[in-house]
C-alpha cells in the first residue's frame, strides 16, 4: 500500500494506470448495475474520467 | 536479360521524375505508402466519431434534414443517463455477459485442459469442438431459431426427453422469461470454442521442468492445479474475458436474428435499443449521445485489454 502511494506521488505509471483501471471497473459495475438509477447516472463520468486518466498516466515514466 | 515489369516501367519514367523521387528522404517515401492508409482511417473512422460527437449535443433527426438544428448542450446525456428504459437495456446487456462469461470460462478452461492431455484424435475433436467459431453469427441465430422452435425445434424434444416437460409447452423464444437464457446458450455454445484456445495457449506455454520440480516436492496434482497451472494460465484467462466482454457488450447480429430484443423487451441489448433509437424513432441527437456512452465504455475497456495483451507478451 505504501509502494502504491509513493508510486502515486511521484507520478510512476504503473499505481497510476491501475487507479485509471480502478476508474473503468467501476464506471463500467455502475453502469450495467439493476439497483441504483443514481448510480447508473454517474456512471459515465467515472468512466469517462478513468479512461481519460488512462490516457494520460500512460505516457508517465516506469 | 529478360526485363521485369518494374524495369520497364522504371525506364519509362521519364528523367525529370525519376530524378524527383531519387531525391526523396526515406520518410517522405514512407509517408508516400502510409497516407492513403491515413487518409482513409480519418475519413472514415476519426470524421464519423468526431460528428457523433458534435451531433449528440444537438436536436438533431436524420429523418428531417431541413430542420432547424438546435445546439442543446449536455441535456442528451442527461436524457439517456436518466432513462430507466435505457437503464433497463443495460442490466439486460449485463445478465448477458455475465452469464456468457462464466459459462464460457468455465467450459473453455475445462475443454482446454482435457485436450491439453496427449490422446489419439485430438487434433480431430480440437478442430470439430472449434466449429461453431467458424460460423457466421447470421447463420448462427438463424439456425438456432430453427432448433428454438416449439413444434419442430431439437431443443424441446431434449429437454422433453430429460425433464418430461412437453416439448410443446414452452418456448424458448417466447414469453415466460427463458429468452434470456437462449441467447446466453446461444452465444456460450459459439464462443466457448475461442476462450478454449486461448487457454490452450496458456496451457501450452507452462514449462514441463515447472511441474517436475513440483512433482520432485512432492506436491499433489491439486496442489499444482491451484498454484502453478492456474496463476500462469490466469493472464490469458483474463485477456478472453476482456475480449468476449467487449465484443459481447457490442453484441447485435446474432441477438437482432435470434430474438429481435423481444419477446418485450426481454433481450433487449443496448446495440439493439442504440439501433432502435437512431434508425426507427429518428432520434439523431440522443442516440448520438447514447452511442457515445457506449464508445466511452468500450474504449475504456480496450485500453485495459491493451494493457492485459502487453502483460501477457511480457512473459
Not at chain 2, 430507466?84 to 462464466?102: N, P, Q, R, V, Y
Not at chain 2, 473453455?108 to 460460423?135: E, Q, S, Y
Given at each position: 500500500m505504501t509502494g502504491f502511494l509513493t508510486g502515486l506521488l511521484r507520478l510512476r505509471r504503473g499505481p497510476w494506470e491501475m487507479l485509471a483501471t480502478i476508474l473503468i471497473a467501476l464506471g463500467v459495475v455502475m453502469l450495467m448495475q439493476p439497483f441504483f438509477l443514481w448510480a447508473y447516472t454517474w456512471s459515465f463520468l467515472v468512466t469517462l474520467v478513468g479512461t481519460v486518466m488512462f490516457i494520460v498516466v500512460s505516457h508517465f515514466p516506469e | 536479360m529478360t526485363q521485369t515489369p518494374i524495369d520497364r516501367l522504371a525506364r519509362a519514367t521519364p528523367p525529370t521524375l525519376s530524378r524527383k523521387v531519387r531525391g526523396l528522404s526515406d520518410r517522405a517515401i514512407a509517408w508516400i505508402f502510409v497516407a492513403p492508409t491515413i487518409f482513409l482511417l480519418l475519413a472514415i473512422n476519426i470524421f464519423p466519431l468526431i460528428w457523433t460527437v458534435r451531433l449528440s449535443f444537438t436536436n438533431f433527426a436524420a429523418n428531417k434534414p431541413n430542420a432547424e438544428v438546435k445546439w442543446v448542450g449536455l441535456r442528451n446525456y442527461e436524457r439517456v443517463l436518466t432513462d430507466e428504459g435505457i437503464w433497463a437495456s443495460m442490466t439486460t446487456t449485463a445478465h448477458f455477459l455475465i452469464w456468457t462469461l462464466f459459462f464460457q470460462v468455465v467450459i473453455g478452461f475445462t475443454l482446454a485442459w482435457l485436450i491439453n492431455r496427449k490422446f489419439r484424435g485430438n487434433d480431430l475433436l480440437t478442430t470439430l469442438i472449434v466449429l461453431?467459431?467458424?460460423?457466421?453469427p447470421a447463420v448462427v441465430g438463424n439456425f438456432w431459431t430453427f432448433l428454438y422452435?416449439?413444434?419442430?425445434?431439437?431443443v424441446n424434444y431434449v429437454v422433453e426427453l430429460f425433464?418430461?416437460?412437453?416439448?410443446?409447452?414452452?418456448?424458448?423464444?417466447?414469453?415466460?422469461?427463458?429468452a434470456p437464457w437462449a441467447i446466453v446458450i446461444v452465444d456460450t455454445w459459439m464462443w466457448t470454442p475461442f476462450v478454449m484456445l486461448i487457454c490452450l495457449a496458456g496451457l501450452r506455454s507452462i514449462p514441463d521442468y515447472i511441474y517436475e520440480a513440483a512433482e520432485i516436492d512432492r506436491a499433489s496434482k491439486w496442489r499444482q492445479f491451484w498454484t502453478i497451472t492456474v496463476p500462469m494460465v490466469l493472464p490469458f484467462l483474463m485477456l478472453a474475458v476482456l475480449f468476449r466482454g467487449i465484443e459481447n457488450f457490442k453484441m447485435f447480429d446474432m441477438v437482432a436474428l435470434l430474438t429481435g430484443g423481444g419477446p418485450g423487451n426481454e433481450t433487449l441489448l443496448t446495440s439493439i435499443d442504440l439501433k432502435r433509437e437512431a434508425f426507427?424513432?429518428?432520434?439523431t441527437g440522443y442516440s448520438s449521445a447514447y452511442a457515445i456512452i457506449l464508445f466511452v465504455t468500450v474504449f475504456g475497456l480496450a485500453s485495459i485489454y491493451v494493457k492485459a495483451l502487453n502483460k501477457v507478451k511480457e512473459r
Amino acid at each position: 500500500m505504501t509502494g502504491f502511494l509513493t508510486g502515486l506521488l511521484r507520478l510512476r505509471r504503473g499505481p497510476w494506470e491501475m487507479l485509471a483501471t480502478i476508474l473503468i471497473a467501476l464506471g463500467v459495475v455502475m453502469l450495467m448495475q439493476p439497483f441504483f438509477l443514481w448510480a447508473y447516472t454517474w456512471s459515465f463520468l467515472v468512466t469517462l474520467v478513468g479512461t481519460v486518466m488512462f490516457i494520460v498516466v500512460s505516457h508517465f515514466p516506469e | 536479360m529478360t526485363q521485369t515489369p518494374i524495369d520497364r516501367l522504371a525506364r519509362a519514367t521519364p528523367p525529370t521524375l525519376s530524378r524527383k523521387v531519387r531525391g526523396l528522404s526515406d520518410r517522405a517515401i514512407a509517408w508516400i505508402f502510409v497516407a492513403p492508409t491515413i487518409f482513409l482511417l480519418l475519413a472514415i473512422n476519426i470524421f464519423p466519431l468526431i460528428w457523433t460527437v458534435r451531433l449528440s449535443f444537438t436536436n438533431f433527426a436524420a429523418n428531417k434534414p431541413n430542420a432547424e438544428v438546435k445546439w442543446v448542450g449536455l441535456r442528451n446525456y442527461e436524457r439517456v443517463l436518466t432513462d430507466e428504459g435505457i437503464w433497463a437495456s443495460m442490466t439486460t446487456t449485463a445478465h448477458f455477459l455475465i452469464w456468457t462469461l462464466f459459462f464460457q470460462v468455465v467450459i473453455g478452461f475445462t475443454l482446454a485442459w482435457l485436450i491439453n492431455r496427449k490422446f489419439r484424435g485430438n487434433d480431430l475433436l480440437t478442430t470439430l469442438i472449434v466449429l461453431p467459431m467458424m460460423l457466421s453469427p447470421a447463420v448462427v441465430g438463424n439456425f438456432w431459431t430453427f432448433l428454438y422452435q416449439p413444434q419442430i425445434g431439437l431443443v424441446n424434444y431434449v429437454v422433453e426427453l430429460f425433464t418430461g416437460t412437453p416439448a410443446s409447452s414452452f418456448s424458448m423464444l417466447g414469453p415466460g422469461g427463458l429468452a434470456p437464457w437462449a441467447i446466453v446458450i446461444v452465444d456460450t455454445w459459439m464462443w466457448t470454442p475461442f476462450v478454449m484456445l486461448i487457454c490452450l495457449a496458456g496451457l501450452r506455454s507452462i514449462p514441463d521442468y515447472i511441474y517436475e520440480a513440483a512433482e520432485i516436492d512432492r506436491a499433489s496434482k491439486w496442489r499444482q492445479f491451484w498454484t502453478i497451472t492456474v496463476p500462469m494460465v490466469l493472464p490469458f484467462l483474463m485477456l478472453a474475458v476482456l475480449f468476449r466482454g467487449i465484443e459481447n457488450f457490442k453484441m447485435f447480429d446474432m441477438v437482432a436474428l435470434l430474438t429481435g430484443g423481444g419477446p418485450g423487451n426481454e433481450t433487449l441489448l443496448t446495440s439493439i435499443d442504440l439501433k432502435r433509437e437512431a434508425f426507427e424513432k429518428w432520434r439523431t441527437g440522443y442516440s448520438s449521445a447514447y452511442a457515445i456512452i457506449l464508445f466511452v465504455t468500450v474504449f475504456g475497456l480496450a485500453s485495459i485489454y491493451v494493457k492485459a495483451l502487453n502483460k501477457v507478451k511480457e512473459r
